[in-house]
């Protein structure tokens, strides 16, 4: 009279299972990627102090210190973009910083950065192409460089930081 019977048992059973087996999913799911907020945000800040340190860098090896005049065709020609050779610490113009791949990241003196054990800072410098130059009004490829800096933190996707480093 007050009992149940073995059907609504096993039914009930299996929705149960059913009701906690989605729940886990949702929380291992929750578990793995509680850190991902934490690695963007140190991304963020890696990124910016790299940034930081290339702005502070002189537009090309041929431009004087404060930048006047500006390397142009019609004054003295600006280098093909590129490191030319120096270590990090010698890291003088935008170009030196193209190519480099550093992990554990360093600053500019050359000392591992603590607390980003396992990040990884690729940096690409390039001169614009027509259609940015074009985009941007600018007058000359050499008015600009693209500095791309990525940042890979451990367990995490690439997030790549552009930036707009004008010739003046």
């Known amino acids: 009279m007050g009992g149940f019977t073995l059907v609504e048992l096993i039914v009930t059973m299996m929705l149960i299972s059913v009701a906690v087996l989605g729940i886990s999913y949702a929380l291992s799911f929750a578990f793995s990627h509680q850190s991902d907020g934490l690695w963007q945000v140190k991304s963020i ?12 860098r002189r537009f090309d090896e041929m431009t004087p210190v404060g930048g006047v005049p500006p390397c142009s065709a019609s004054t003295t020609a600006c280098t093909a973009p590129g490191p030319e050779g120096e270590s990090r610490a010698l890291f ?3 170009d030196d910083y193209d190519g ?6 360093r600053d500019a003196q050359g000392s591992a950065r603590p ?3 396992g990040y990884r800072v690729l940096i690409s ?3 614009m192409n027509a259609g940015q130059i074009g985009a941007l009004n600018l007058d000359d490829a050499t008015d600009a460089k693209l500095v791309l800096v990525s940042v890979i933190p451990p367990g ?3 997030m790549s930081f552009p930036v707009l480093r004008t010739n003046f």
């Open 45 to 56: 800040a890696l990124a910016q102090s790299y940034i930081e340190e290339i702005s502070a």
């Open 92 to 94: 003088d113009d935008v």
């Open 100 to 105: 480099l791949n550093e992990s554990p990241p």
């Open 115 to 117: 607390g980003y054990e």
């Open 125 to 127: 410098v390039e001169y």
């Open 156 to 158: 995490g996707s690439t």
